[in-house]
């Protein structure tokens, strides 16, 4: 087993902060005070750390889309996106959670895996799986009304368990075999006590809530940190600051969109958390896409 780094790195410490105070005010705030903290957390820093894709087109050297304006196959993509929840939402729901499993599991390992092999692929995958699975199965009653609604599919509850169960089996025999061929490195006794905080989070918090601990503190701040130091170099205030710059236009016009939509709907909780997702997963389908596309070639 692994024993480097017998501490958190500082930015791990600072999410397992920041985890603790939002879970100390799930404790002392109703599950509606909750959820507007987890929107408010969604719709700034959620939705910032994806505000910059096309910066990061752009920056890639060999970039397929170099005579074009990537806006417009950007566009395109969230447009299909929004009218896939339109007329097939069952399957765009199912592609987006999946989509999201590989994203959450690639940005958490991708710099824990050298050399990057296919297998790699399947473990991330399965490590978001895990907790998603985590989140849907201790939230199952705000998750099956969400899927119910959006979908008109009923889906029992069992799934989650299922699916998380299945995960990680795989997740331990590749880690296993990464272990023996030396090619992911990382403190497996930090990734169970995480595991087990992600549980106890997802347990005590509401749905929206517990989503936008993990989503804010352990995903799009670290990667918001690999953005900026893929486009400057390096992450400091300077630098933090230029990102900002390069990315308010599309920042406000996705929040003037998000604001508008979910103040029309704010009197129908359900139909209000429905169209909440869908609006995410429109503009979170091509940030994933978009980092995919970094991820596996960072010097293209």
């Not at 105070?21 to 109703?30: K, N």
């Not at 752009?58 to 417009?72: D, E, F, R």
């Not at 030396?182 to 087990?196: A, D, P, Q, V």
């Amino acid at each position: 087993m692994n024993t480097k780094g017998l501490f958190f790195s500082p930015q791990a410490s600072f999410a397992l902060v920041a985890t603790f105070f939002a879970l100390w005010l799930a404790v002392y705030f109703d599950s509606i005070t909750e959820d507007y903290f987890g929107y408010v957390l969604i719709i700034t820093i959620g939705i910032l750390h994806g505000a910059n894709d096309l910066r990061l087109i752009g920056s890639l050297k060999s970039n397929i889309l170099a005579n074009t304006n990537p806006l417009i196959p950007y566009l395109l993509v969230v447009a299909l996106t929004a009218l896939s929840f339109y007329f097939i939402p069952g399957l765009a729901l199912l592609f987006f959670v999946l989509l999201s499993c590989y994203h959450f599991g690639e940005q958490h390992w991708v710099g824990k895996t050298q050399p990057l092999k296919t297998v790699h692929n399947i473990f991330f995958m399965c490590y978001g799986t895990i907790i998603f699975s985590l989140l849907f199965y201790l939230n199952s009653e705000e998750t099956v009304a969400v899927i119910n609604n959006i979908s008109g599919i009923l889906i029992p509850k069992i799934i989650f368990l299922y699916s998380g169960g299945i995960s990680f089996a795989i997740c331990i025999l590749i880690a296993f075999q990464s272990q023996l061929d030396k090619s992911l490195s990382t403190n497996w006794i930090e990734e169970i006590f995480l595991l087990l905080v992600f549980a106890l989070v997802f347990t005590i918090a509401s749905l929206i809530w517990a989503f936008a601990i993990y989503f804010i503190f352990w995903h799009s701040i670290p990667s918001l940190n690999d953005q900026v130091q893929m486009l400057y170099g390096k992450s400091d205030s300077s630098n933090i600051r230029s990102y900002l710059k390069s990315s308010w236009l599309y920042y406000v016009l996705a929040i003037i969109g998000l604001g508008a939509t979910l103040y029309f709907l704010r009197d129908k909780e359900q139909l209000f958390l429905s169209v909440f997702f869908s609006f995410l997963a429109a503009i979170t389908i091509p940030h994933v896409l978009v980092m995919m596309r970094i991820y596996r070639n960072p010097d293209a």
